[in-house]
């Protein structure tokens, strides 16, 4: 999902694809959560027929429309959302509509950090701080899913890079 093939070089490998953690989506969830509470209720008071019959498909339409802002857009953004560890670079990818990227050659990283709070440790996820020798200086990825292994491989292929195994 990360990188296509077609954008990688000819002795690139592709070692880790990530995307944010899922909790990023918790939120949204809770929000179609509450969004199908509300159609229940009002399912169940708005009358069969009469002057309020209306109101049932009022409902849907409002369950619909909250689910596709609150819910679907949400996930299509966070799949899209993507960093892939190479052998020779970290590619980060993001958009729907519009595609960005920005790709740090692994020489040219100075260091790696992590940083994790309580509910980021109780999840395996945690911040991803990467220092590099560019005009943009240091590049900070949130909710990373298994913060340790992902900073571990990214050390170990930094000194893979400069030789230094």
């Excluded at 296509?4 to 989506?25: I, T």
Aim: net charge positive; proline share 3%; charged share 25%.
């Amino acid at each position: 999902m990360g990188l296509p093939a077609d954008q990688l070089g000819s002795r690139e490998r592709v070692v880790l694809e990530l995307h944010e953690h899922w909790k990023h989506l918790l939120l949204a969830g809770l929000i179609c959560l509450a969004a199908l509470i509300g159609l229940v209720v009002v399912l169940a008071v708005a009358p069969a027929s009469g002057f309020l019959s209306w109101l049932d498909t009022l409902g849907w339409a409002a369950f619909a429309l909250v689910v596709l802002v609150f819910g679907v857009w949400p996930f299509i953004e966070w799949r899209r959302r993507t960093y892939t560890i190479t052998n020779e670079r970290l590619a980060m990818r993001r958009g729907v509509l519009r595609r960005s990227g920005r790709d740090i050659p692994l020489s040219r990283i100075n260091d790696v950090a992590f940083d994790q709070g309580i509910l980021d440790r109780i999840s395996g996820a945690g911040t991803l701080k990467v220092s590099s020798a560019s005009e943009h200086g240091r590049v900070v990825l949130r909710d990373i899913p298994r913060i340790h292994e992902v900073t571990t491989t990214l050390n170990e292929l930094v000194r893979e890079s400069r030789g230094e195994r």
